[in-house]
């Protein structure tokens, strides 16, 4: 078994195991739900919207060629430089470049889990550079040493009591549970760091190719700081973000905002169109934009698949994942987590060694029903089965549906079966839930069911085929 | 009507009278009821597991034994989500892909085909006491089946019907999924029970027997009293 498949095995059993974790996860999403609902019915047609959102990402998508370009036009226009990175190495070293050449030292960062992805942090950590998370939750798991927890609510795991002693053993505060108290600690800190800080690194929610914009949507206005405050501005995008109009974002920034974290718009929205021009008080000397495609185009050659590069990552379809509700974020050990996770990391990462995540699922479908743009997520799970068990069959699993098959296709087999399984029975009774028990994956936690004396093949041909009416 | 029944492997196996109860409310609003006896797993199994390969050739069994039905009714919404969704998709560029979907638009889920195709919501069942409907997730979301269940329970003299707050929450069974991650599959579980307890209903109905396999499984372990009945065992209740 792969390690990754391993891992996640050894984490979920761990996560499922806590009822105290799975009861915290569940009552944090529960204020979201109620919110999400409300400023869903503020739109005039929540469905009408998911339709539209779907073919504006779907114009987008498929034509990331024409809009891109026109997105690089824009903006070079206006001074920005463009950097198209075909993998996260080459994105990590143009911006350890910029870095150097600059002579940066202190670095501000806002949220981008694109970042993550590249593992830019340890990149730049490496080389001597200071690093420091700005918004919130991303800040207090910086000073954990963990990942994101999720794509939009990173520390989502911990409590009051939690955050406090580590700003307490970190920083030195003073203990307290009170949201606002920590903020202001944090806040202290942060303020000091964009002073200092010569290059801040951002994400990008969207970018709009007729105006050659990138747009930041953010509720803790660090984006705005981190963006305008250093001298360099690096923004980093998979290519996938683009939109084609300005109008679009009328849509997608109430969208995101309602399905992301159950607000009807988030409070700081802004669009950055270059560095500062020729008689601006403020702003940036340099803005570069990282376009990362890192393995993005094989999901676009997928058109099976394609649409899950309209993905906004709100996070939606973590916050109604059952699975998600239950392992939590880090047991996924992937950037993207969750539902969305599942489908794309086996196309940016391999197949073989993510495909046990598109198996972890009951495939239920809320996922799909959540997603604001429409990506259809769980039968992008079974196609990734399918390919899966084509690329890389398990032999044992190969085996056996391939007698399952032959079984349930020669009547005489099938009864055979069956009837020895009724032989069988009431040995496997005597192991029952032990150890010894072969059905031990399911007996473990739950009643097996038994056979019952007679199928119902064996009932009809004895009540009906003999035109004997049904008695109750 | 002339029907033919369709019951999945693991009720012609484990509950039968599940399938006897669909005969018997079919069969009292005076249809007659076909089961054609060459069929046996729809293929879900294999589908849902990736191999496609082996999915076709059980699925090929259910559809030459369903070539020459009117119409094909099971008590299963997400067998019957294999056939009418699922179906065309596996046979895609197939040369039975017609078949493959003739078969899909003559299928229909019990529940579906009492109320959207008989036009029929009141069976005249009756039933004492309090229950709680949970929707199987391929009911719910493959098939958008949701009033259709409550409708024909709203007319069961003697039922009371009382949502719990997860109705929609998946149970954890999701077929192979349930022993591949058995402490997922059980936490998920765990989830549902606690929901069905809340609504302090004496029993737990649903459309589909997967569904309350799994939940069934959790509340014998617990030595609970709820007990868990198929919406057709409701329905043919006198």
Redesign the interface.
């Known amino acids: 078994m792969a390690t990754q498949s391993a891992d996640f095995?050894t984490l979920?059993?761990r996560y499922?195991?806590d009822?105290g974790f799975?009861a915290f996860i569940?009552k944090g999403l529960s204020g979201y739900y109620k919110k999400r609902d409300e400023n869903k019915a503020n739109f005039q047609d929540w469905q009408g919207a998911r339709d539209l959102a779907a073919e504006i990402k779907y114009e987008a998508v498929n034509h990331l060629d024409k809009y891109l370009l026109e997105f690089e036009e824009k903006i070079t226009a206006r001074g920005a430089k463009v950097f198209w990175a075909p993998n996260a190495e080459a994105a990590r070293e143009y911006i350890l470049n910029v870095a150097k050449e600059n002579g940066v030292r202190t670095i501000i960062k806002s949220k981008t889990m694109t970042s993550e992805e590249i593992h830019l942090n340890d990149a730049l950590e490496k080389e001597g550079f200071g690093v420091f998370e700005s918004d919130l939750g991303e800040y207090i798991v910086q000073l954990r040493h963990e990942a994101p927890f999720h794509l939009v609510f990173p520390a989502m795991h911990l409590t009051r009591g939690q955050i406090s002693d580590l700003f307490q053993k970190e920083l030195g505060s003073e203990p307290t549970d009170e949201p606002e108290k920590l903020t202001m600690i944090a806040r202290e800190v942060m303020r000091r760091k964009y002073c200092e800080a010569d290059m801040g690194i951002s994400g990008t929610n969207f970018a709009v190719a007729e105006t050659g914009m990138i747009s930041i949507t953010e509720n803790e206005g660090n984006a705005r700081l981190t963006t305008s405050l250093p001298k360099i501005h690096v923004a980093l995008l998979g290519i996938e973000k683009v939109l084609p109009k300005l109008e679009d974002l009328s849509l997608f920034l109430p969208m995101l905002a309602t399905a992301g974290a159950g607000q009807t718009m988030t409070c700081y929205n802004t669009m950055y169109s270059g560095p500062r021009q020729p008689g601006e008080p403020d702003g940036p000397e340099q803005m570069h934009v990282v376009l990362l495609d890192n393995r993005r185009t094989e999901l676009l050659a997928d058109a099976e698949q394609r649409d899950a590069l309209g993905c906004i990552r709100c996070g939606a379809c973590l916050n109604v994942c059952?699975?998600f509700?239950?392992?939590g974020g880090y047991s996924y050990g992937t950037t993207y987590g969750g539902p969305i996770g599942s489908v794309i990391t086996p196309h940016l990462r391999g197949l073989k060694d993510w495909k046990h995540l598109s198996?972890?699922?009951?495939?239920?479908?809320?996922c799909?029903?959540a997603c604001p743009v429409k990506i259809d997520l769980h039968h992008h799970l079974?196609q990734n089965?399918?390919?899966?068990?084509?690329d890389s069959?398990n032999p044992v699993?190969?085996i056996a549906?391939?007698g399952?098959?032959?079984?349930?296709?020669t009547?005489v087999l099938?009864r055979l079966a069956?009837g020895i399984?009724r032989l069988l029975q009431p040995l496997q009774k005597l192991v029952n839930g032990t150890i010894l028990d072969p059905l031990r994956?399911?007996t473990?936690?739950?009643?097996?069911?038994?056979?019952?004396p007679?199928?119902?093949?064996e009932?009809?041909?004895k009540e009906?085929t003999k035109g004997k009416p049904?008695k109750? | 009507m002339r029907i033919s029944l369709f019951?999945p492997?693991f009720?012609?196996?484990?509950?039968?009278?599940v399938?006897?109860s669909v005969?018997?409310v079919l069969e009292e609003l005076g249809h007659e009821v076909l089961?054609p006896?060459?069929q046996?797993?729809c293929?879900q199994?294999?589908?849902?597991?990736?191999?496609?390969d082996?999915?076709r050739?059980?699925a090929?069994?259910t559809m030459k034994a369903f070539r020459d039905s009117e119409v094909v009714v099971g008590p299963s919404g997400s067998c019957v989500t294999m056939i009418k969704v699922f179906y065309p998709d596996l046979f895609k560029g197939e040369p039975d892909e017609l078949e493959a979907r003739e078969l899909a638009a003559k299928t229909h889920e019990f529940s579906s085909f009492l109320v959207n195709v008989l036009g029929v919501t009141d069976v005249g069942a009756k039933f004492e006491g309090k229950v709680t409907f949970h929707d199987g997730?391929h009911s719910l979301?493959?098939l958008g089946i949701k009033s259709e269940p409550r409708a024909l329970l709203a007319n069961v003299k003697g039922l009371e019907l009382v949502e719990m707050c997860e109705a929609?929450?998946?149970c954890?069974?999701?077929?192979t999924?349930?022993?591949?991650?058995?402490?997922?599959?059980?936490?998920?579980?765990?989830?549902k029970c606690a929901s069905i307890l809340e609504t302090g209903a004496g029993t737990v109905v649903s459309n589909d027997s997967s569904c309350l396999?799994?939940i069934?499984?959790?509340l014998?372990?617990e030595k609970s009293s709820i007990r868990s009945l198929h919406l057709a065992e409701i329905l043919?209740s006198r």
């Open positions: 095995q979920s059993r499922t195991a009822k799975r569940q059952p699975i509700k239950n392992v198996a972890a699922s009951s495939l239920c479908g809320a799909t029903e079974l089965r399918r390919n899966g068990a084509k069959p699993e190969k549906f391939g399952f098959s032959l079984m349930m296709g009547p099938y069956t399984g994956a399911w473990g936690s739950r009643q097996f069911p038994a056979l019952a007679k199928s119902f093949h009932q009809w041909r009906r049904w109750k | 019951v492997c009720v012609d196996q484990l509950y039968p009278k399938a006897w005969v018997s089961f006896e060459s046996s797993c293929g199994p294999p589908f849902n597991s990736g191999y496609w082996e999915a050739s059980a090929r069994v997730c979301r493959e929609e929450t998946c954890g069974f999701g077929g999924f349930a022993v591949k991650y058995a402490p997922i599959s059980t936490a998920m579980d765990e989830v396999m799994q069934r499984g959790m014998e372990k043919a």
